[in-house]
């Protein structure tokens, strides 16, 4: 099954900069996920990212905030712009797990904006 | 609109215990369900997967249920030790991929 490699693991960022996440899959995968986890809440989807299209985000998130590129079947990142304090949390990337079915996670970026 | 509720939101056990956590789904209409650990600050572990046409999968110590018509799911830890201790997430599929994941139970064995 797919592995993530996602990085950073964490980092402490000023208000007003950006921070982009990188993931790595071990293997092709066609969809990609992007989730946010606020502190003490579970998982919230940001958007789903497929290769070669624009990524579909879900209600409350827009592509200005946090831009995504999938520029091949192994690998997408995560931009979050414009950071606020509000965006402290952990940014998790997750892919199909392929045959067995699931999916699978990265390690996470715990972000902290000061 | 698909919600998960996982019951209790927290659990402190001593050593050696048979934990139940419970995990609730309102719309029968899944792909499968799946329940994963979260250690403090980092990604998610997949634990086990149940297919929508499952009754049960079984890893070690844990074993996994799933009652599709009454939107239910138990995750049933034998033998508990400090080291399960964490937070674990139920999450059920929806159609396009979209995971809908519960609040978590957040468990503390202590020795």
């Known amino acids: 099954s797919a592995v993530i490699s996602q990085k950073p693991s964490r980092d402490i960022c000023q208000r007003g900069t950006s921070l982009t996440i990188q993931c790595q899959v071990d293997?092709?995968?066609?969809?990609m996920f992007w989730y946010r986890q606020q502190p003490g809440q579970s998982l919230t989807l940001i958007a789903t990212a497929n290769q070669g299209s624009e990524a579909t985000y879900e209600s409350g998130f827009v592509i200005d905030k946090f831009p995504i590129s999938r520029p091949n079947l192994t690998f997408s990142t995560l931009t979050v712009s414009n950071m606020s304090p509000e965006d402290s949390s952990i940014y998790l990337c997750?892919?199909?797990?392929?045959?067995?079915?699931?999916?699978?996670f990265g390690s996470g970026t715990r972000l902290t904006v000061v | 609109k698909q919600e998960v509720t996982q019951i209790p939101a927290a659990l402190s056990v001593p050593e050696g215990e048979n934990l139940v956590l419970n995990c609730s789904f309102t719309?029968?209409?899944?792909?499968?369900l799946q329940w994963f650990r979260q250690d403090p600050g980092k990604g998610l572990t997949s634990l086990l997967l149940?297919?929508?046409?499952?009754r049960e999968q079984t890893s070690g110590r844990l074993n996994a249920s799933l009652d599709k018509s009454s939107g239910r799911s138990t995750l049933y830890i034998a033998a508990s030790q400090p080291g399960d201790s964490a937070t674990y997430l139920c999450a059920v599929t929806l159609g396009y991929n979209k995971l809908i994941f519960g609040a978590g139970t957040r468990l503390a064995v202590h020795p």
């Open positions: 719309d029968s209409a899944i792909y499968n």
């Open positions: 293997s092709q995968v066609t969809m």
């Open positions: 997750s892919a199909e797990r392929g045959g067995r079915g699931g999916y699978t």
């Open positions: 149940i297919q929508s046409s499952q």
